[in-house]
């Protein structure tokens, strides 16, 4: 299944378009993770370890831009004034919120901000220009993104950790370095003081130093503490190419090493046809023997990796594999139901998480729901029928859309709606980023706490400014 945190063309969340990447490359997804899925994140680097791992060296960001540019930004505001007129109200002068000003007034031209940020960038250090994609349209939303989640986030220290952890381990598949880092912070202050006149000056200018600053070394001491236990990627070759539609496929792989990663748990994908274009998918099995890896696929219009997967990878073709993440998998110290709504091919990680609970011997129930727009694009229903007759605590209902003008997104929370209750279960979601909504809407409507929901659509659902 295609990343959770990326919309294909077609609003089903399995294929990729070509601008539609949210892998945390040079800035990524929002921190803010869905029901504790940065805690449960594997790798991921306690802040107690981290302060015992040996920080990389880092140089300080030294603002660019020459001194006339330097010298035109507005001075601090001055403080607002009470209603009355007759006493200043304190200006809140933290960097938090000089942080958050700045974004404010370059929110209108964030395009404008971050296409001077990479111009700056690729004029100043043209060597940097090859970690990047070719088309850099989903770039400049990615760091705009992140710019306006740290601002957000800046004195939530345990959401901005986890998030920055996370990003500094990504990057490593990127090949980004050490020494990358105050150039592009060089360039992100000189973008920002040219496009923030009005709130710009020497506080904003050190809150944005010294934020940079903090940002960049947790990403390189948690990317250097990933390399003492991880590759930056894997190699994968393609042994099995199976095509179920059209624009369907179940690719299989074997890796270079061994990979270690949960059931519903997703990875990133590199193809040699498109160089440092990353697309996200969903592991369509659990962890096996043979160490083999499986994906399902859809292709869609425009979609760089997807259709590279669907039309052109056969066996015997090497791609590249990111480290595992995601934080949809299965708590086994309960007994919880598990109630899992797969839709297109978000049914692959749902079938992962049943293969686990196999795995794990212990009989509990386990309610899936699988749909799909026509009923040829249930094009894993008898994999799932046969594991429903292996195991009589499994039941499998499949959903189609009845063509009436109802979407995939309606349909099946309201059929989950039908049964249960669903009280004793913890519930899981994967598919398209409409139905994961209003999924998560039913289900809090019929009594399933919050804390039970488990999805990894982090992007579509929260969002930065959440």
């Keep these: 299944m295609n990343a959770p945190t990326t919309t294909s ?73 009470r209603a009355s007129g007759s006493v200043p109200a304190p200006e809140d002068m933290s960097d938090a919120a000089l942080l958050r000003r700045t974004m404010a007034e370059i929110e209108p031209i964030a395009d404008k901000v971050t296409s001077h940020f990479y111009a700056l960038l690729f004029l100043r250090h043209p060597d940097l220009r090859a970690l990047f994609p070719a088309a850099m349209d989903a770039q400049r939303d990615r760091l705009f993104g992140a710019l306006l989640a740290a601002a957000t986030h800046a004195e939530d220290t345990e959401t901005l950790t986890t998030y920055l952890s996370h990003l500094g381990r990504g990057h490593r598949k990127y090949g980004t370095l050490p020494e990358h880092y105050p150039a592009v912070g060089e360039c992100l202050i000189g973008a920002l003081s040219r496009h923030a006149p009005r709130t710009w ?46 624009d369907i496929a179940v690719v299989t792989v074997r890796p270079d090493q061994p990979y270690p990663f ?93 293969e686990d609970v196999v795995r794990h011997g212990r009989r509990r129930s386990v309610q899936v729901f699988y749909g799909a727009r026509r009923g040829h694009d249930l094009y894993d229903i008898e994999t799932m029928l046969r594991m429903q007759r292996s195991h009589p605590w499994l039941s499998v209902r499949s959903v189609v859309d009845d063509g009436h003008g109802g979407t995939l997104g309606d349909r099946l929370p309201e059929a989950v709606r039908e049964y249960g209750p669903w009280h004793a279960y913890d519930a899981y979601l994967s598919g398209p980023p409409g139905m994961i909504r209003r999924g998560v809407d039913t289900l809090l409507g019929i009594g399933v706490p919050t804390h039970r929901i488990r999805h990894d659509s982090i992007e579509e659902l929260v969002g930065a400014r959440n």
């Design 9 to 81: 063309a077609d609003g089903d969340r399995s294929g990729d378009s070509a601008g539609g990447d949210r892998d945390a490359g040079w800035f990524g997804r929002n921190p803010r993770q869905h029901q504790g899925e940065a805690a449960r994140d594997q790798g991921e680097v306690p802040r107690e370890t981290a302060s015992r791992v040996p920080g990389r060296p880092f140089t300080p960001v030294r603002p660019v831009g020459s001194g006339a540019d330097r010298t035109r930004t507005a001075p601090e505001p001055p403080a607002r004034t």
């Design 201 to 246: 000056g020497p506080r904003t200018e050190a809150a944005w130093v010294g934020a940079y600053t903090t940002i960049s070394q947790i990403m390189i001491d948690a990317a250097a503490e990933d390399e003492l236990r991880a590759p930056a990627w894997w190699q994968a070759e393609v042994v099995a190419h199976e095509m179920r539609t059209p």
């Design 262 to 354: 949960l059931a519903g748990q997703y990875t990133a994908l590199e193809t040699p046809w498109w160089p440092r274009v990353w697309r996200h998918y969903s592991f369509a099995s659990a962890p096996r023997t043979d160490g083999l890896l499986s994906f399902h696929v859809k292709a869609v219009p425009a979609g760089w990796v997807s259709n590279a997967l669907v039309h052109r990878a056969r066996p015997g073709d090497v791609i590249r594999l990111g480290a595992p993440t995601g934080s949809m998998t299965v708590d086994h110290h309960t007994d919880n139901g598990l109630l899992c709504l797969g839709g297109g091919t978000g049914i692959a990680p749902i079938k992962a998480l049943v």
